[in-house]
């Protein structure tokens, strides 16, 4: 399985590429968990997105949202895998990857999201803990998860 690691700030994509993706999480997060919000929810525009292509075709995908935006550290949110790739189990490269980004491209700061609170176990292996309760959001339960900052070398 050879995947492709891609990372795009959304002004570098091209229309159909971002429409790809947009196609995509609202598969997953609108129509598949009956959910219905706003997806496109104005954070894009200040976020690193990760498109995972299997063969040239989009397979995964998630997004760092920049310090600040929805928490005071960078945020990894919208983890998603299309269907068709779901039996590969490639979200724990898709999340590795993406931390290894963050804490690249943040350092020092960690990491916090707003999991879905029956993957907390899945994050929980990847170094995030939980921090505070279980709260809804849109009708799913979830909750927010935190990954410690790495130390950062000093010269």
Request: with cysteine.
């Amino acid at each position: 399985m050879d995947l492709k690691f891609k990372w795009n700030r959304m002004e570098s994509f091209s229309a159909l590429e971002m429409y790809n993706i947009i196609q995509a999480r609202e598969a997953v997060f609108v129509v598949e968990q009956a959910c219905a919000y706003q997806e496109a929810d104005g954070a894009d525009t200040q976020s690193w997105h990760l498109s995972v292509l299997l063969d040239g075709e989009l397979a995964a995908y998630a997004r760092v949202v920049d310090p600040g935006v929805k928490y005071c550290e960078p945020s990894i949110g919208r983890v998603m895998a299309v269907a068709q790739y779901r039996k590969l189990q490639i979200g724990r490269a898709l999340v590795t990857e993406a931390i290894a980004f963050a804490e690249a491209k943040f350092p020092g700061t960690g990491i916090r999201i707003g999991a879905q609170a029956h993957l907390h176990k899945f994050y929980g292996s990847l170094g995030f803990l939980p921090v505070g309760e279980i709260y809804d959001e849109d009708g799913i339960p979830h909750i927010e998860m935190l990954k410690p900052p790495v130390a950062v070398a000093q010269n």
